[in-house]
């Protein structure tokens, strides 16, 4: 049996990821099918999912992670 999500994703990231996996040759469907397979696979999540990509916040966020950066006693300013 298999199943048909059905998400909501902002245009602009879809063609974003589209031409990226334009370029590997294939799709981002098929990536999806991929990454669900190997989670599957190796009970893991197979990537990294910090806050590194920047470009992906709104604003808000943004501006909250510089703030609370402030506040990491890790950090020596």
Do not use: N
């Not at 602009?12 to 991929?34: F, H, N, P, W, Y």
């Amino acid at each position: 049996m298999s199943y048909l999500w059905r998400v909501r994703i902002d245009e602009k990231i879809l063609d974003r990821a589209d031409r990226v996996t334009e370029r590997l040759g294939t799709s981002t469907q098929e990536m999806v099918r991929i990454l669900v397979a190997k989670i599957a696979q190796t009970g893991t999540v197979p990537l990294e999912l910090g806050l590194g990509d920047d470009r992906l916040m709104s604003p808000w966020e943004q501006r909250a992670k510089t703030l609370e950066s402030f506040y990491d006693p890790s950090k020596t300013w």
